[in-house]
């Protein structure tokens, strides 16, 4: 370990250890909701005198530090803006409205825009992005028939962050981006410059983060949510855990590029490239701290000594959004008719700033990735795509067959490129289950309400209800509806989007392609792993690489991203070029892959991070205000999600019903409700006249309290005791304790019958899924126990303490414990050496017995080899044959008693009155050597003796 991460990972630890040495004091004193909040915002202030340096903008006093935010693109209905560091994005209490107030303020005290563009930009503060952007485009085209939420803005960079935003001019577009957040069809990439020299390789990291006070603040801190990092954790007041609390998980690819060194002190430093799925607040920043490499300069995750260390050379956070891939449906296309939305790709270069320091303040030792620009990032822009097409790769004519397949349907490349980056049983699963969306039997459809997406719910079944809940204040479920009459007014601009077919093959293979990416780095890959070779074009010549150059430029100066390989033939000096076009390393341009473009897929021709700087670095849209909403238009509900005459008047029929039904029960309550108070008032009285009082504290109480009934880690399914404020520990249950009841309860869904969930009776949680390890309401253990087990463990009758496994469904058997799947365990008695037993991890059940799910265990060759035979026993699923006899054994009547059998060896003429059941099979693995199977049960022996039983 290098002595720079050291430094800087102790420093850290000690940082911790003091914040918590805090924080615990505050939250041993929390014994009401009140004082959990007064709690959370005192050790907020706690870790600011040991963490960073907030408040602190040195980057805000320096010429040229801020600067004003710029349009990128300018679309139909979106905008693209480059957001600066030291802007703020939302931070009005009264969000639009305080927006507003600012706005006409300021608007008052200036003659027109540019002097209230110079009045901010000079004010020496730090100020609203939404406030400079209703500024400039005014604030008309916000509609009140569908008003977009946040003024149009889908996204957030921190303050010290800067990147492209994407903003809605309309209520469609906002929605229909807002869905490729949720579904992770939005790419983003950041890059990053942090302390120490992180592992070269590619990882993928999952991790529950926490806000210790309220994460929508300035002065917002997040932690790793576990004991050792986080005060809060399953903190408790009263009863219940901290409700509402922001919990939430992040998903971060990262991958270091290049090693660098301080040149004044030799403090080493890496580059990192970084993906991220969830978008969490600060995930970045987070992830790389929890991994032990915090950020540069970091103003909130870095110890307070590091941090104001670095502000010294690095004045704000080296951290940046530089590239950001989504689709836009609303227009202007190129070919609207073939292709009616747009792949929208931009490139954010690492400012000046960040360039200049790493030239001048560090020194390179070491670039990890030759096809890497250190200031733009990774040659493919999603980390995983090379790895993925190492190890799933197709040939040509692969290629072509499964393009030939989307053609027919209708789907472009964008989708199908995604859908060759799996496997090829998962490519052929998707091909053959595949209906377009206007498929009655498909189960995903657009709500003509929100316009949200919805599918089929965790159980696999048609959601003929939005699953979506609405901006509003009470947070009310969305009342939108998969059929409706014909004569449904639609929101204004309301788009069935899944009805193209590129958008709703993305929408099915997008998910795929994400849990393909993080499984192909559950295990360790070779650092010198690069893409496989493919077939490649022609080498650039100085002129033609001069011409795509100047290309390129005035490409970049009129608001592109660069050339698609395909629109290469139009530049000039590249119509008779073989693609893909081959480049020089050393070269002001470059080709990179977009998300999910892997073998034989298109290449992005670019310029540099460096050259796009130079010539765009300044470039902006000349954006004027709107003089009203942006004018749209509607499509119309597809024909599954009309309803006929026929379906309406049962619909109204059903309804009907059910207002009576819930009339005739209300009727029923209220009667109830009614002699209520008097049987109330009698208990009361009751209670009163004993003289029952609240009880004060007492021994009783205390060791209720006090003690704990634990689970043992060592040894599964059974419980301990122990005391938390002695430590002492014991096996037995201490005297007076009560086991607290159970919080959870087993209830059946009212919308789906005979589908169940579990509902949490404290914090009011619901899931589909059983809590693990605790005992729950509502689920009746003797008819559990009482249910048919079809596998038995069976003790050997030939080999005294030694089992076999049976089972009464199939007629298998098994020497070997069958293996189970989550949550059920095999596990090693701890006891009995060399015994086996189950063990449920949700329901805390064990036994000796394999549970149904379970399957046969792989066998050596003697077991396969019995397995073979024992398998000629079966016929179908009736489980083992009856009527089967072994080999050489014959079944006759006797000829002296009239209407009984005995059985004969044919080969040895012995005879016997009962049925033989044992067969003399080869060993396969012991050359001249016999042993003997048993052909009902599929018992194996060595011992000669069993054919006497």
């Known amino acids: ?61 320096m010429k040229g530090g801020k600067k004003n935010p710029r349009y990128l693109i300018d679309r139909d209905e979106v905008w693209v803006m480059y957001k600066p560091p030291l802007w703020q994005m939302g931070g009005r209490a009264q969000g639009d409205k305080g927006w507003q107030s600012a706005i006409k303020k300021l608007t008052s005290e200036t003659k027109n825009l540019d002097a209230a563009k110079a009045k901010i930009m000079t004010s020496g503060e730090i100020n609203n992005l939404q406030e400079w952007h209703g500024l400039c485009t005014g604030m008309k085209w916000l509609s009140s028939n569908q008003e977009v939420s946040d003024w149009g803005f889908v996204q957030r960079l921190d303050l010290e962050t800067d990147g492209p935003v994407v903003i809605a001019k309309t209520w469609r577009a906002q929605s229909f981006i807002k869905l490729q957040m949720s579904e992770h069809i939005f790419g983003k990439a950041y890059m990053c410059l942090v302390h120490g020299r992180v592992e070269n390789r590619i990882q993928y990291v999952k991790s529950r983060f926490a806000s210790i006070a309220d994460a929508n603040t300035a002065s917002a801190v997040m932690v790793r949510y576990d004991a050792e990092n986080d005060p809060f954790y399953n903190q408790h007041y009263n009863v219940g855990r901290w409700q509402n609390r922001d919990v939430r998980q992040a998903e971060t690819f990262f991958k270091p590029i290049a090693y660098y060194k301080k040149k004044d002190d030799g403090s080493e430093f890496s580059l990192v490239y970084v993906n991220i799925l969830s978008g969490i607040t600060h995930q970045v920043r987070i992830t790389m701290q929890s991994v032990g490499h915090p950020l540069v300069s970091d103003d909130r995750y870095l110890p307070k000594a590091e941090a104001m260390s670095d502000i010294k050379w690095c004045p704000r956070n080296f951290l940046c959004e530089v590239r950001s891939d989504w689709f836009d449906m609303c227009g202007p296309h190129k070919d609207p008719e073939r292709r009616p939305y747009t792949r929208v790709s931009v490139e954010n270069p690492l400012p000046k700033l960040f360039q200049n320091i790493l030239e001048n303040t560090l020194t390179l030792t070491e670039k990890l990735d030759p096809t890497a620009d250190l200031f733009q990032g990774c040659q493919y822009w999603a980390l995983g795509d090379q790895e993925l097409m190492n190890d799933y790769p197709k040939d040509r004519a692969y290629r072509s067959k499964v393009m030939r397949w989307g053609q027919r349907r209708g789907i472009h490349l964008d989708a199908m490129e995604r859908l060759l980056m799996l496997k090829r049983e998962d490519i052929e699963d998707i091909m053959r289950k595949y209906r377009p969306q206007s498929h009655p039997k498909e189960e995903s459809w657009v709500c003509p309400y929100c316009m949200s997406m919805n599918t089929a719910d965790k159980w696999g079944e048609s959601n003929n209800e939005c699953s979506k809940r609405l901006h509003d204040a009470k947070r009310s479920m969305c009342p939108g509806r998969r059929t409706n009459s014909a004569d449904t007014t639609l929101p204004e601009g309301w788009r069935n989007y899944l009805g193209n077919p590129t958008i709703h093959m993305l929408t099915i293979v997008n998910r795929l392609w994400l849990d393909a990416r993080r499984q192909i780095f559950s295990k360790r890959r070779p650092v010198w792993e690069k893409a496989p070779a493919e077939v490649e074009g022609d080498f650039a010549t100085d002129a033609q690489i001069e011409a795509l150059h100047a290309r390129l430029i005035e490409d970049a100066t009129s608001g592109g991203y660069g050339l698609q390989q395909e629109e290469l033939c139009q530049v000039k000096g590249l119509e008779n070029a073989k693609m893909p076009l081959r480049l020089p390393p050393d070269c002001p341009v470059r080709r990179v892959r977009l998300p999910a473009r892997g073998t034989g897929s298109q290449w992005t021709y670019t310029l540099t991070g460096k050259e796009r700087l130079r010539v765009a670095g300044e470039f902006s849209f000349n954006v004027t205000p709107l003089k009203g909403p942006v004018e ?91 005391n938390a404020e002695t430590g002492e520990s014991r096996a037995d249950a201490p005297p007076g304790f009560e086991e607290a009841d159970p919080v959870w309860k087993r209830l059946e869904s009212s919308s ?198």
């Open 1 to 61: 370990m290098n002595r720079s991460r050291e430094k800087v990972t102790e420093k850290s630890e000690k940082a911790r250890k003091k914040f918590f040495e805090k924080a615990n004091i505050y939250v041993k004193a929390i014994r009401s909701e009140q004082d959990l909040r007064d709690a959370a915002q005192k050790c907020t202030e706690e870790y600011f005198k040991v963490f960073g340096r907030w408040g602190l903008q040195p980057l805000l006093y």
């Open 632 to 722: 749209v238009d509607a499509d119309e509900l597809p024909e599954k999600m009309v309803l006929s005459d026929e379906d309406l008047a049962q619909q109204k029929a059903a309804e009907a019903c059910r207002l009576k039904a819930v009339i005739s029960v209300g009727e029923q309550t209220s009667m109830k409700d009614d002699s209520r108070p008097e049987g109330l008032k009698k208990r009361v009285k009751a209670q009163e006249s004993t003289g029952a009082k609240s009880d004060p504290p007492s021994k009783k109480q205390k060791t209720k309290e006090s003690w704990k009934k634990l689970e043992s880690t060592t040894n599964p399914g059974h419980f301990y005791y122990i």
């Open 752 to 949: 789906k019958p005979g589908k169940y969930y579990y509902h949490n009776l404290e914090t009011g949680e619901s899931r589909i899924e059983r809590p693990r390890g605790v005992k729950v309401l509502g689920e009746d253990s003797v008819s559990k126990q009482a249910e048919e087990r079809h596998w038995q463990r069976v003790p050997s009758k030939t080999k005294l303490g030694q089992f076999y496994y049976f089972n009464s469904k199939t007629g298998q058997n098994e020497v070997k414990p069958p293996t189970v799947q989550p949550p059920w365990l095999l596990l090693e008695s701890k006891s009995v050496k060399g015994q086996w037993y189950y063990w449920n991890e949700d329901t805390a059940e064990s036994s000796e017995h394999p549970p149904n799910s379970a399957v046969p265990a792989p066998r050596d060759p003697v077991s396969s080899t019995a397995h073979a035979v024992a398998a000629k026993t079966t016929s179908g699923a009736g489980g083992a044959s009856k009527d089967r006899l072994p080999a050489g054994w014959e079944e006759k009547m006797s000829g002296s008693h009239y209407g009984k059998c005995y059985y004969i060896n044919t080969a040895t003429q012995e005879t016997r009155w009962t049925r033989p059941v044992w067969e003399k099979v080869q060993s396969s693995t012991r050359a001249g050597e016999h042993y003997y199977q048993n052909i009902l049960t599929g018992e194996v022996s060595w011992d000669d003796r069993v054919l006497s039983s």
